[in-house]
């Protein structure tokens, strides 16, 4: 299953659908669905309802008592979800349950109110909490999401999206969600580019497996964002580098051979241990 790359695009397989007549395989597996599976996923679609369709509360002809009645329910839904991801990794179907709820939850990732966002990385955070590597992939297609709203100047959406983005790359650092955060290296926003440094460093901190060619990709971002025009930015790129110094000094020294002089006065700053 594959990440998002863009708030509303899902590429790969993690698409909310309606309820198959038979389960399928999830992917990678070879084993057959568990005979509960059907009613499971039965549940989760119920629940996830009121998640699909478009809140109310952004159209402006609506009223606002059916808003709040809609954003009542939302808050419900998301909540009913900590328990049935539980039956999920009870009975062992985790992996065929996530495609389920990727885009429901990304919805509310998205919405425009900082309570229903809110309430959704709070529930991400219970999930990861609950579960870790378990949902891999549904953490990973939410990362764009969350990147994205890094940049948002309700403060409560961007905070609680960033703090989760950074829970995500701890948690699950895998190459799906290295190749998502380089994908995002580029953002034209700066607070979405620091995050995505702040997700890296962490990512790479916590022993993600790194081939070769992605670790030159790595470095290639990072010399492109310790010269970024925004001086956070620079600075999370500056921490991101000494992460990838720390596990590939050689590519690392590779990278600061060919550093400006600024470059190298950042690096050297934020240095671990430097005075």
């Known amino acids: 299953m594959a990440c998002v790359n863009a708030p509303g695009a899902v590429v790969g397989s993690l698409t909310a659908r309606p309820a198959p007549s038979a389960p399928v395989a999830a992917a990678g597996t070879t084993a057959a669905p568990p005979a509960s599976l059907r009613a499971l996923l039965a549940e989760i679609h119920t629940t996830c309802a009121p998640l699909i369709s478009r809140e109310a509360a952004t159209k402006l002809s609506k009223a606002a008592t059916e808003a709040h009645e809609q954003w009542e329910a939302r808050t419900a839904a998301l909540q009913e979800l900590l328990p049935l991801?539980?039956?999920?990794?009870?009975?062992?179907?985790?992996?065929?349950?996530?495609?389920?709820?990727?885009?429901?939850?990304?919805?509310?990732?998205?919405?425009?109110?900082?309570?229903?966002?809110?309430?959704?990385?709070?529930v991400v955070t219970a999930l990861l909490k609950a579960h870790g590597r378990a949902i891999a992939p549904l953490v990973t297609a939410l990362l764009p999401s969350l990147l994205h709203n890094a940049c948002n100047v309700v403060k409560v959406i961007a905070n609680s999206s960033s703090t989760v983005a950074l829970l995500v790359a701890e948690t699950v650092p895998t190459p799906p969600l290295l190749a998502c955060l380089l994908h995002h290296s580029s953002d034209k926003h700066a607070?979405?580019?620091?995050?995505?440094?702040?997700?890296?460093?962490?990512?790479?901190?916590?022993?993600?497996?790194?081939?070769?060619?992605?670790?030159?990709?790595?470095?290639?971002?990072?010399?492109?964002?310790?010269?970024?025009?925004?001086?956070?930015?620079?600075?999370?790129?500056?921490?991101?580098?000494?992460?990838?110094?720390?596990?590939?000094?050689a590519a690392a020294e590779a990278l600061r051979n060919g550093f400006t002089r600024s470059q190298l006065a950042l690096v050297k700053r934020l240095e671990p241990g430097a005075a």
């Open 85 to 122: 991801f539980q039956r999920a990794a009870d009975e062992e179907v985790l992996e065929w349950v996530q495609e389920a709820v990727s885009r429901p939850l990304a919805s509310q990732l998205e919405d425009l109110r900082s309570s229903v966002v809110r309430v959704a990385c709070d």
């Open 191 to 249: 607070q979405t580019r620091r995050a995505v440094c702040d997700s890296l460093a962490a990512a790479i901190a916590q022993g993600a497996p790194i081939s070769e060619r992605v670790v030159g990709e790595t470095a290639k971002a990072l010399g492109r964002l310790t010269a970024d025009s925004d001086v956070k930015a620079r600075e999370a790129a500056g921490r991101a580098f000494w992460a990838l110094h720390s596990r590939f000094p």
